[in-house]
Every structure is written in structure tokens, then in C-alpha cells.
């Protein structure tokens, strides 16, 4: 494993250079704001009749259309979401200068070869491993959230200095940056959504909750145990592994957890796991995932729908309007 920090960065090759961002979302924004408060000169792209022109503004930077935005720069960090990417690039190519670099946070679009880059352009990622609002709120604590850091490209000879000093801008450096490959970071992040953080954790919680209900018990006490309570796990994991998670849970819970874990989460479970990487790595996802928004969307409209009509989420709203102290 290769591990860059603050003192591995070059702050000095972005000096006087232009950033743009395009995108002013939840990435986008928390990037913009922390290259600004580190001393860079950053320019957003986005559309005059969308609600981030505005928003950029009011916090203080020079906006305007994506095509006139990446005139000049030195990067150019798409931001937008990945179903956006490609028409993105397209529209704002011919205004690219040469040897500017090309900045994602995450593989997508040139992995599954949606974008395929000038051949005079760096082709750089920075991939924080945590949302824009945590990206912000540890940058400006003093804090920053790691990144993973990858070149597909290096047309100028200067890739991985200018990805590091980018990462140090947002904060990633203070916590460390860990080298990767385009490919192993989109694979493992869609994997890692699919099949544990997302749809594997979800379908958990709402097969737990079904299971109680239809034997008997009250809907409310099978939310509080099977998704409330889920955070307190999480946290306990997310601060220091298993082993806090065992040190602060009950022997009976943990008794339970070595001897009934491995019944729900078995081998028949793992083969399926195997199925979604496999579906990932010959791009079966992502061509099913491309087609569906060529299609605009009808299959993910539906199931998104299911989910939201869930009698879980029913239940869950109600008892969480009861509790005050939830960001709604």
C-alpha cells in the first residue's frame, strides 16, 4: 500500500493555477469551498437557470456556464453526477487547454470507457471516502477525510503531483491518501454499495423487520431493534472495528452475534456477493445501468418507489418525528 500525506505534496504546482469545479452538489461544493479557504483560485461551472448558480455565488465565487468555466484551467474536476459526465465533457471539450487535467471523484465514466479523454490531458481522481458535508465539516474542524488517489493518465508528466496537491486543498491529505487504480476504485465502491452499504444493509433491516412482524410482534419494537438501533452499531464499528463493537455491546449480544451471524450471512449469501462483483467487473452493471437511464429510468423509478412505500418507512417516520434531537 502506498500512502501519501501533507508532506509528500508539491502545494507549490497549483500556485497562481486555476481549478474549476463543475458540479455545485454535495462534492462539488464542499471541494470548491475547501480549495478556496486553502489559498487556490477556483472556478465553478453550472448552468445560469439551475439552483447551484446562485448558491455559488452567494458563497462568494466566480460562476459561469461550463463552457466558459474551464477556460483557462489547470484542472478540471467533474463533480456532476455520473450520469451527467459524459454529455458534460462533450459540451466543454473544444474549450479544454491542452494539457489540463481531467479530475473525478469516482472511476464511473473512465472505466466504462463513457468518457474517453483527449490524448493531451492528464486523467486524475481523488475519491474522498466520506460525503461533501463530512468533507466540509472535518476541513473546517481542522480535520480531513482520506482519499484515494488514482493517475489513469499522465500526459504532461505532472499527474500525481497536481492530484496530491489537490487533495491536500480539500483536506484529504491531513488523513491520508492511499494510491489506487480507476479500476479497483469504481469496482470496489459499487460493490461495496450494492452488496454491503446500500442494498445489502437495507434489505437486511427490512428483512429482520418483516420477520418480526409476521410473527407477531409490534411493528414500532421491530423498527426501534432492527433500524434504530442499527446507528449504534455503526458507529461503534466505524470508530474502532469489531473489537470496540464487542467491547461495548452486552456477552449476551455478542454470543449471539458469533453463533447466528454466520447462519444469516453463509455461503449461499457470499456466492451471491461473487455474482455482483462478477456483474461489475465485465460491466453487465454497468451497461444494465447505462441502458436504463438511455431508457429514462422506468425500472429504477418503479423500485424506487417500492422501497419508499415500505410500511418500514411508514412506521419509521412516525417514530422519528417523536424524536427531537434527528436532523429531518
Known amino acids: 500500500m502506498q500512502m501519501y500525506t501533507e508532506a509528500d505534496v508539491d502545494h507549490g504546482c497549483l500556485e497562481g493555477k486555476q481549478i474549476t469545479v463543475l458540479g455545485y452538489g454535495s462534492?462539488?461544493?464542499?471541494?470548491?469551498?475547501?480549495?478556496?479557504d486553502s489559498g487556490f483560485r477556483v472556478v465553478i461551472g453550472a448552468r445560469k437557470n439551475g439552483p447551484s448558480f446562485s448558491k455559488a455565488e452567494a458563497d462568494g465565487f466566480l460562476v459561469q456556464e461550463p463552457a466558459d468555466a474551464v477556460k483557462g484551467a489547470t484542472i478540471i474536476a467533474i463533480l456532476t453526477p455520473d450520469t451527467s459526465q459524459a454529455k458534460l465533457y462533450e459540451s466543454v471539450l473544444s474549450n479544454i487547454d491542452n494539457g489540463a487535467a481531467l479530475l473525478f471523484a469516482h472511476g464511473f465514466n473512465i472505466h466504462f470507457k463513457q468518457i474517453q479523454p483527449r490524448a493531451d490531458l492528464d486523467v486524475v481522481l481523488i475519491a474522498p471516502k466520506g460525503p461533501g458535508d463530512l468533507v466540509r465539516r472535518q476541513y473546517e474542524e481542522g480535520h480531513g477525510v482520506p482519499c484515494l488517489v488514482a493517475v489513469e493518465k499522465n500526459a504532461t508528466g505532472s499527474a500525481l503531483p497536481l492530484a496530491l496537491a489537490y487533495s491536500a486543498g480539500i483536506g484529504g491529505a491531513r488523513a491520508g491518501v492511499i494510491e489506487t487504480t480507476f479500476a479497483e476504485e469504481t469496482e470496489t465502491d459499487l460493490f461495496g454499495e450494492q452488496a454491503v452499504l446500500c442494498g445489502g444493509a437495507t434489505e437486511l433491516i427490512v428483512a429482520g423487520y418483516e420477520t418480526l412482524v409476521r410473527n407477531g410482534y409490534q411493528p414500532e419494537v421491530a423498527y426501534y431493534e432492527v433500524m434504530h438501533e442499527m446507528k449504534l452499531i455503526v458507529d461503534l464499528l466505524h470508530e474502532g472495528g469489531i473489537a470496540k463493537m464487542h467491547n461495548f455491546?452486552?456477552?449476551?449480544a455478542a454470543w449471539g452475534d458469533m453463533i447466528s451471524g454466520?447462519?444469516?450471512?453463509?455461503?449461499?449469501?457470499r456466492g451471491k456477493m461473487q455474482e455482483v462483483l462478477d456483474e461489475i467487473q465485465d460491466g453487465t452493471f454497468a451497461d444494465r445501468w447505462?441502458?436504463?437511464?438511455?431508457a429514462g429510468q422506468p425500472e429504477y423509478k418503479a423500485l424506487m418507489s417500492a422501497d419508499l412505500d415500505h410500511p418500514i418507512e411508514k412506521v419509521g417516520a412516525t417514530l422519528r418525528a417523536q424524536m427531537d434531537w434527528l436532523e429531518n
Do not use: F, M, W, Y
Not at 462539488?28 to 478556496?36: D, F, M, Q, V
Not at 447505462?290 to 438511455?294: K, P, Q, R, T
Open 27 to 36: 462534492q462539488g461544493r464542499a471541494h470548491a469551498l475547501n480549495l478556496k
Open 249 to 252: 455491546i452486552s456477552e449476551t
Open 262 to 269: 454466520p447462519r444469516v450471512i453463509d455461503d449461499h449469501v
Open 290 to 294: 447505462i441502458a436504463e437511464n438511455a
